[in-house]
């Protein structure tokens, strides 16, 4: 478990994201609450992400080795 604090970019406001380490025994199948289940490793030109995202929990799993 790991907590990144941030500024949310469209409210400007303080933020603590919660990022959890988990498993996967089969490959994930999106439930009907989801509108796009994929997998990035964040250097899709055509993914937009939030800024938390792109520029702290990407380059933590990186640093980690979670992330090629």
């Known amino acids: 478990m790991t907590d990144i604090r941030a500024t ?3 409210e ?3 933020m603590l994201m919660t990022v959890f380490t988990a498993a996967l025994d089969r490959a994930p199948a999106p439930a ?3 509108a796009d289940l994929r997998w ?3 250097r899709d030109d055509t993914l937009h992400l939030a800024p938390a995202v792109r520029d702290h929990l990407l380059p933590l799993l990186r640093e980690r ?3 090629a």
Do not use: R
Request: glycine content about 20%.
């Open 8 to 10: 949310a970019a469209l």
């Open 12 to 14: 400007g406001v303080p």
């Open 40 to 42: 990035t490793d964040g």
């Open 65 to 67: 080795g979670d992330l």
């Open 32 to 34: 009907a609450e989801l």
